[in-house]
């Protein structure tokens, strides 16, 4: 885990070298989150409608068909847990249905390419990068007590695409899809007994070995640096 979170801060402050030394492009951008988890099968596995902001910079060449580029995000990630209405077979107590959902607040660090191509007067493109996270905070409701179980460092990988459209010279729009599928586990669970609220009955939970899964849609703003050599 060391070794993977040093290499994501080596490409970072190499790509901080190639920026300083070229035009650059940077920008805000953020939108809705589908957050999923799959806990062995239990209790469903319902998505997460959250949200992401992330802040960019990216190297832009003169041709600007491909760049590299490092991102500082915060996401929140996890998935939504669905209970039926149920009867307590023992007090006749009757339990609505409900929703409950396990958040995940983590802050990203990743560096990455991306391959661009002309698509009329706008810009489409697709990517790859590696991605290193470190959880803030979580409210996992139904299963406080378990906080013991979360992972605080993570690494996973990032795709997308998408496209870039000017406005200006120096500033334009961008639409960003991206799948982020997490390689390491957010929460690790050994097998334990549970007294179910809802049901009035003791259950036992498999082992849970938890990681993420986010699909992200983005809207944001691209504003260029341009560097002109004079001779």
């Known amino acids: 885990m060391r070794k993977f979170m040093v290499f994501i801060v080596g490409i970072l402050i190499s790509s901080a070298g190639i920026v300083s030394a070229q035009s650059y492009a940077f920008g805000l951008k953020g939108g809705p989150t589908i957050g999923l988890q799959r806990w062995n099968n239990y209790q469903g596995n319902d998505p997460l409608i959250a949200y992401h902001v992330v802040s960019f910079i990216e190297t832009a060449g003169e041709q600007d068909q491909g760049s590299i580029y490092a ?16 009867v307590n077979p023992l007090t006749g107590a009757t339990f609505e249905a409900r929703n ?16 661009k191509f002309p698509l009329g007067t706008n810009q489409a493109y697709y990517s790859l990068a590696i991605r290193g996270e470190y959880n803030l905070s979580a409210d996992l409701e139904i299963y406080e007590g378990f906080e013991a179980g979360i992972n605080k460092v993570l690494y996973g990988l990032t795709l997308g695409g998408g496209f870039e459209f000017p406005f200006s010279e120096l500033l334009g729009g961008l639409i960003d899809i991206r799948f982020s599928p997490d390689l390491s586990r957010q929460i690790f669970i050994p097998p334990f007994e549970w007294d179910n609220p809802f049901t009035g009955r003791y259950e036992q939970i498999r082992e849970q070995s938890i990681k993420n899964i986010a699909f992200e849609i983005s809207l944001g703003l691209r504003f260029l640096h341009k560097i002109i050599y004079i001779e």
């Open 71 to 86: 991102e500082l995000g915060y996401h929140v990630k996890g998935r939504t847990v669905h209970f039926n209405s149920s």
């Open 100 to 115: 409950f959902q396990l958040k995940f607040n983590n802050i990203s660090l990743s560096a990455g390419a991306k391959k």
